[in-house]
């Protein structure tokens, strides 16, 4: 049996899988988000404890021969010598550090440091996250021996090893090229008396042993990659120019690249892979299921009614076209931009809910499609998410895409742990049994073509839209 803990935002799992890459369980715990004024944190300790309750549920009658970690990356989590907490963690979530991007932005450090690293800020990135610490709560920053991320704090209480990996110290101090911290962007951020709260890099994956909650003495744990990283593995996404869409709460559209080129719009960001010479250019839209959500609460639509809908409009949907971004924070990808608002138009009396609700779809698949046109997308593409489940708005895509969509096995987090820890323990896996696809979904012509004329507009009306929300940014300055 071999243990993948991937270690989410609201929902902590752990799963067993066979030799063969089979599902044979799946323990999972719900952990809290405390949201409130743009902040969001999380309790550190019962997070772990999380990760103790369904470790030891998977693991009461068998034994792991390893375990592989991952969760979400970014934001902060501030912990002392024995990764015990200092404060509660940051989200990737949270929002407070917004004036230090905004600033950043304005006086240039944030491109530098893109030019440098290759990622972006947003509020929830460790940079301006600990920038605001330092300046509003320095005495938790003097408190603390590590500003980690969230895997990285689970496997130091594992094994007792401080350390992170190359994907989570990617963003954003990592040289993408050397794989070592980039001490002029940290410098740049005025972080450098900080320094020290920056683990040292695991390269390629953090490893030690551990015996918690019921582990055989001496069993082997990875830590990382993180999730975004992870779930490319664990879909077999590997190869240069392939690429991942992750249809979830926010569109995560990664594409492996084997040269960099840090020129252009910053935008997005370049994560290290395990192995050397190999980076997913990442474009994680803000765009997503959760903009979905809020259309189908407003209109009274259920989840399960959602399919029949868009069959009850056509491709077009009547003329209703919907600019998806409901997010407060704006848009990080493909382009930045903190006062992006969603748009409605082509309404009239004679618009349906159906036409609402596949206009929805069909504008959060035309942003996946910029996103993953952004990244580099040449070769196959992956799926997995949330948004999987519902078979119709899956061939939306692969029409929209113009691409057959590979849809990934089952845990893929979990899976893409497993596999890291795999390669790092020179333990040998069929990695193709592991990643093989469990359907592929095919794009109709007729309607691929009907939708490239589609994109060409919604590209159009970004662009429209972009100037008039950087004048509105002009104006209130």
């Known amino acids: 049996m071999f243990v993948g803990i991937d270690v989410g935002t609201s929902v902590v799992k752990a799963s067993a899988f066979d030799e063969d890459g089979a599902v044979t369980a799946v323990v999972s715990e719900p952990t809290r988000l405390d949201v409130r004024d743009g902040r969001v944190e999380q309790d550190v300790d019962e997070v772990y404890d999380a990760v103790g309750t369904v470790l030891g549920t998977l693991t009461a009658d068998a034994a792991p021969a390893f375990v592989g970690l991952t969760g979400q990356g970014d934001g902060v989590w501030l912990v002392d010598e024995h990764a015990r907490p200092v404060r509660r963690a940051l989200s990737w979530m949270d929002g407070r550090a917004v004036d230090v991007v905004a600033e950043w932005t304005a006086d240039g450090v944030a491109e530098k440091v893109f030019r440098r690293t290759g990622n972006t800020m947003f509020p929830g990135c460790p940079a301006p996250a600990l920038a605001w610490l330092d300046r509003h709560e320095p005495e938790a920053l003097d408190a603390a021996a590590t500003a980690g991320y969230c895997k990285d704090v689970v496997f130091q209480r594992f094994t007792g090893i401080r350390a992170t990996d190359v994907s989570d110290a990617s963003v954003p101090f990592l040289d993408p090229r050397t794989r070592t911290y980039d001490e002029g962007a940290i410098a740049a951020c005025g972080l450098t008396h900080r320094r020290d709260l920056l683990a040292p890099i695991g390269d390629p994956l953090p490893a030690g042993e551990s015996a918690a909650f019921g582990l055989r003495p001496g069993t082997p744990v990875a830590g990382g990659p993180f999730d975004l990283p992870a779930c490319a593995i664990g879909a077999g996404v590997t190869e240069r120019g392939d690429g991942l869409l992750i249809i979830g709460t926010t569109l995560a559209c990664q594409v492996v690249i084997d040269t960099l080129d840090l020129s252009g719009e910053p935008t997005g960001f370049h994560l290290a892979l395990p192995s050397p010479g190999r980076w997913l250019r990442a474009m994680p839209a803000m765009v997503g299921t959760a903009a979905l959500d809020w259309v189908l609460t407003t209109t009274g639509v259920r989840h399960d009614e959602v399919s029949d809908l868009l069959g009850q409009s056509p491709p077009g949907a009547r003329g209703v076209g919907v600019l998806p971004y409901f997010?407060?924070?704006?848009?990080?990808?493909?382009?930045?931009?903190?006062?992006?608002?969603?748009?409605?138009?082509?309404?009239?009396?004679?618009?349906?809910?159906?036409?609402?609700?596949?206009?929805?779809?069909?504008?959060?698949?035309?942003?996946?499609?910029?996103?993953?046109?952004?990244?580099?997308?040449?070769?196959?593409?992956?799926?997995?998410?949330?948004?999987?489940?519902?078979?119709?708005?899956?061939?939306?895509?692969?029409?929209?895409?113009?691409?057959?969509?590979?849809?990934?096995?089952?845990?893929?987090?979990?899976?893409?742990?497993?596999?890291?820890?795999?390669?790092?323990?020179?333990?040998?896996?069929?990695?193709?049994?592991w990643t093989r696809p469990e359907g592929v979904r095919e794009p109709d012509s007729g309607r691929s073509a009907f939708y490239a004329e589609g994109y060409a507009a919604y590209l159009e009306r970004v662009s429209d839209a972009r100037e008039r929300w950087q004048n509105a940014a002009g104006s209130a300055a």
């Open 327 to 433: 997010a407060p924070s704006g848009e990080r990808a493909p382009f930045v931009e903190p006062r992006a608002r969603a748009e409605l138009s082509g309404i009239s009396l004679e618009t349906t809910r159906a036409d609402l609700v596949r206009a929805t779809c069909e504008g959060i698949a035309y942003a996946a499609r910029h996103c993953l046109e952004a990244a580099g997308l040449t070769g196959e593409l992956a799926v997995c998410g949330g948004g999987t489940k519902s078979d119709a708005w899956l061939r939306l895509f692969a029409d929209v895409l113009g691409r057959p969509l590979r849809i990934a096995g089952g845990e893929v987090g979990a899976r893409g742990a497993v596999l890291a820890a795999a390669d790092r323990f020179g333990v040998g896996l069929d990695v193709a049994a």
